[in-house]
T-cell receptor, first 109, second 116 residues
Framework: GENVEQHPSTLSVQEGDSAVIKCTYS??????FPWYKQELGKGPQLIID?????GEKKDQRIAVTLNKTAKHFSLHITETQPEDSAVYFC????????FGAGTRLFVKA | EPEVTQTPSHQVTQMGQEVILRCVPI?????FYWYRQILGQKVEFLVS????????KSEIFDDQFSVERPDGSNFTLKIRSTKLEDSAMYFC??????????????FGQGTRLTVV
């Protein structure tokens, strides 16, 4: 199948706490897993991605982990800030991008 | 930084009318895409386009939809006879390679289509 399952749908954290969003996929041929951040009224913007030959990737406060055997990947945001509040989409790229349903992250100051 | 630009940002149209949504992909990109996002829902793939023809389309992309690259810079999505359920944000994206080659897709800001 092509679906990407994403959880949770809504996440509320206190500023400074960590946030974790998880996704699972079913297509074992997938090799590329991007994460997009969508702010209100804007298009999705890539924030981090991971390829299948890598288990973990980090970029400052954002990290992504991939478990190809279990077919799941996760986004980790540490030291959250109010400007991290947005909708986050995981995706898998085969011939076309398949997006998860999105997680609305609220960071409370 | 290069970006994908879309016009208009907001389009209101009467049911049954034709609309054309316009996109200017990044200049050296070769693959172009349209996605749709109904309010509060996830982004859904509509169609991919390469070398002046459709590469793949989803079940959403029925006969009411068409795409075109009329010149070297524009990429358009036409909806022939709009329905209320076509109301959504439409995003254009482009990649330098086919997305199966693990490349980043750059998205435009979107066009909000409202069918009344």
């Amino acid at each position: 199948g092509e679906n990407v399952e994403q959880h949770p749908s809504t996440l509320s954290v206190q500023e400074g706490d960590s946030a974790v969003i998880k996704c699972t996929y079913s297509d074992s041929a997938s090799n590329y897993f991007p994460w997009y951040k969508q702010e209100l009224g804007k298009g999705p913007q890539l924030i981090i991605d991971i390829r299948s030959n890598v288990g973990e990737k980090k970029d400052q406060r954002i990290a992504v982990t991939l478990n190809k055997t279990a077919k799941h990947f996760s986004l980790h945001i540490t030291e959250t800030q109010p400007e991290d509040s947005a909708v986050y989409f995981c995706a898998r790229e085969g011939f076309k991008t398949i997006f998860g349903a999105g997680t609305r992250l609220f960071v409370k100051a | 930084e290069p970006e994908v630009t879309q016009t208009p940002s907001h389009q209101v149209t009467q049911m049954g009318q034709e609309v054309i949504l316009r996109c200017v992909p990044i200049s050296n990109h070769l693959y172009f895409y349209w996605y749709r996002q109904i309010l509060g829902q996830k982004v859904e793939f509509l169609v991919s386009f390469y070398n002046n023809e459709i590469s793949e389309k989803s079940e959403i992309f029925d006969d009411q939809f068409s795409v075109e690259r009329p010149d070297g810079s524009n990429f358009t999505l036409k909806i022939r006879s709009t329905k209320l359920e076509d109301s959504a944000m439409y995003f254009c994206a482009s990649t330098i390679q086919r997305q199966a080659k693990n490349t980043e897709a750059f998205f435009g800001q979107g066009t909000r289509l409202t069918v009344v």
